[in-house]
């Protein structure tokens, strides 16, 4: 089963930026869609970004304009670069696949707030 690992989240100031980054233990970014999900205190998990496997992008409405997803197929990683940070976007961020069939792995937390 293809694991994942999340990393790069902290603490930073609303306007702040941070660049989030996700590891796949074999490649498969290259024909499976993968996402980045979120999921805050007391809310259900939700989708923030996708990548499909030809490079098109969805982004959640609450997001668009903001944050960005890529992926390095060398690398084998999955990155979301997230830009003009608010306290709203605090959360726990994982990425999976789209739709999330894989393990989820224990997300990196974001925190927004002065």
């Known amino acids: 089963q293809v694991q994942v690992v999340e990393s790069g989240g902290g603490l930073v100031q609303p306007g702040g930026s941070l660049r989030l980054s996700c590891a796949a233990s074999?490649?498969?970014?290259?024909?499976?869609?993968m996402a980045w999900y979120r999921q805050a205190p007391g809310k259900q998990r939700e989708l923030v970004a996708r990548?499909?496997?030809?490079?098109?992008?969805n982004y959640a409405d609450s997001v668009k304009g903001r944050f960005t997803i890529s992926r390095d197929n060398a690398k084998n990683t999955v990155n979301l670069q997230m830009n003009s940070l608010k306290p709203e976007d605090t959360a726990v961020y994982y990425c999976?696949?789209?739709?999330?069939?894989?393990?989820w792995g224990r997300g990196t937390q974001v925190t927004v707030s002065s």
């Open positions: 074999v490649s498969i970014f290259s024909f499976t869609a």
């Open positions: 990548m499909l496997p030809g490079g098109q992008t």
């Open positions: 999976n696949s789209s739709p999330s069939t894989l393990n």
